[in-house]
């Protein structure tokens, strides 16, 4: 399949690597995603493994360029919106097996990354709601995500016990107990 055919712009990434004296030069194929208004996350994850699959640069390096292509994406404003997107992809990732955990992480790291540049997602609400059904849908076993992402996913949406409360008894008033409202 020829990713220019999808309207997206290739770069490759030359990297050096000295291995017993000789120098070969390694690489790994990016995509800039100038524009993923029309881009679905499946779509996006399907071409970030396929980068991932055909780099032929050790895993570590793949991973950190890779991170960086996805913390672009993020500026670049995906529809609905970043943190949405996040955890849309989030959702869909236990799809691709073997590499879920380790996208996962990815994603996740990219997105930690976003939030510590972005003054505001405008989506942040959405996407909450979004990670805490798919926090319950993790612990309840309908969704399979690693613990560690589980976590992840309660720091990096900011998700707290009321927001959890809330979708599991969305009819309930907010209860009050010896000074404090949960």
Known sequence: MCLFEMGFEEKAIKL???????CETKRI???????LTYVAPIVFLYLLK???????????????ALQLQVHQVLCNSPQPGPATF???CLY????FGSYCEGFS??????????????ATTGDSLEAKIIAVRLFLDIVEGSIDHDERIAVKILEVFDIKLTDIERKLHPNQRPRMTVGFTV
């Open 105 to 118: 992480h990815l994603i996740v790291s990219a997105f930690h990354r976003f939030l510590k540049t972005a």
């Open 50 to 64: 396929e980068c991932y699959v055909h780099g032929n640069l050790k895993a570590t390096k793949r991973f950190r």
């Open 16 to 22: 050096q690597v000295k291995e017993e004296k000789a």
């Open 29 to 35: 194929c990016l995509h800039a995603f100038t524009d």
């Open 86 to 88: 996040v955890a849309y």
């Open 92 to 95: 869909i990732l236990p799809i």
